[in-house]
């Protein structure tokens, strides 16, 4: 098993506010953790710019000029009450794409297996028209729309195991049969989305998860609901969208899940893309706002995709 590690060299010009959960120590933590020796066998890029343009595969033909007119000449921007833009973000942004498109062409190209991508901003909760939740482009769906475009991939699976719902990545293919969304999420909590009622058209499954509430109710939501819905979908590529905010560490939610519960799902979803689509997995960062859970959780994670095997690692 390859797996490459797609890390963002500019990761830090996506500057907010003092405080703020979203910030450039994240990936830090992430690159702390994953230097250890258990990791020697990742082959790691650093991203390069993609083509900020391809975010019209998704967002509407005016999203872009709305991001370059909130952009502020220098300092920091704010777009809503938890959302912000600086002068230098659209360079992170555009890396950031870059990094994931280069993780896609290597999975899809066979180079590797898989591939994690340590990158922000994040943005599943950027919409069609409208970024919010700290997303300024929502990167896994114009993942999903290029592998489609490029590579003539016919069915896409996005599994989002954020602790916040991903109403961005619904909001753009609710209505698109070619793309599944699946996604757990504590509830109710921030966006506010995410009822199992909400189905698109056939192709979204939301199993909610209660606060307080551990890996175990997240192991009988994917056992029951999520694995047998992609694998009844039978994709030709599977995108995760890996936020790290359910551990129970985490400032922003009251899931409980440890880091070990990230190895089991990863595991899991391994299994199905070797059912379903040769391994093809790509994994693109989303939250995750301690930095001790986030490392942990991802270290977890990678180690999963490496090699199917936790091994020696610290919660």
């Known amino acids: 098993m390859t797996t490459l590690l797609v890390s963002q060299p500019n990761f830090a010009d996506h ?88 993780a896609l062409d290597a999975v899809l190209l066979g180079e590797v297996d898989n591939a994690f991508c340590a990158i922000r901003p ?3 909760h950027a919409e069609i028209a409208t970024p919010m ?14 592998a ?28 698109d049969p070619t793309v599944f ?16 009622k909400e189905t698109g058209v056939g192709n979204i499954v939301n199993v909610p998860l209660d606060a307080n509430t551990d890996g175990a109710a997240m192991r009988d939501a994917y056992l029951t609901r999520i694995i047998p819905a992609i694998i009844d979908f039978s994709p030709d590529l599977l995108l995760i969208s890996a936020g790290f905010d359910a551990h129970e560490r985490d ?8 880091s070990s519960d990230f190895s089991w799902l990863t595991g899991k979803l391994m299994d199905v893309a070797d059912r379903c689509c040769g391994n093809r997995i790509v994994s693109l960062l989303e939250g995750g706002y301690d930095l001790k859970g986030l490392a942990g959780g991802a270290s977890h994670h990678v180690a999963m995709l490496m090699d199917g095997a936790v091994g020696r690692l610290e919660d």
């Open 15 to 102: 500057v907010t506010p003092q405080g703020h959960p979203e910030r450039a120590d994240r990936i830090a933590a992430i690159e702390e953790a994953l230097a250890r020796t258990r990791f020697d066998k990742l082959l790691r890029r650093d991203a390069v710019s993609g083509d900020l343009t391809l975010a019209e595969l998704v967002h509407d033909s005016k999203y872009l000029s709305r991001l370059r007119d909130a952009r502020p000449a220098e300092g920091i921007g704010q777009i809503d009450g938890d959302t912000f833009i600086s002068s230098t973000s659209l360079a992170a942004v555009t890396t950031g794409l870059g990094g994931a498109l280069n």
């Open 148 to 175: 489609q475009r490029k590579y003539g991939a016919e069915r896409i699976a996005i599994v989002d195991f954020d602790v916040h719902h991903g109403n961005g990545t619904q909001d753009i293919f609710k209505a």
């Open 181 to 196: 969304y699946a996604s757990t999420h504590q509830m109710p909590l921030y966006p506010g989305t995410g009822s199992p």
């Open 122 to 124: 994040p943005g599943h």
């Open 133 to 146: 939740g700290f997303c300024l482009i929502n990167t896994v769906a114009i993942t999903a729309r290029e």
């Open 251 to 258: 400032p922003l939610a009251g899931l409980l899940w440890q």
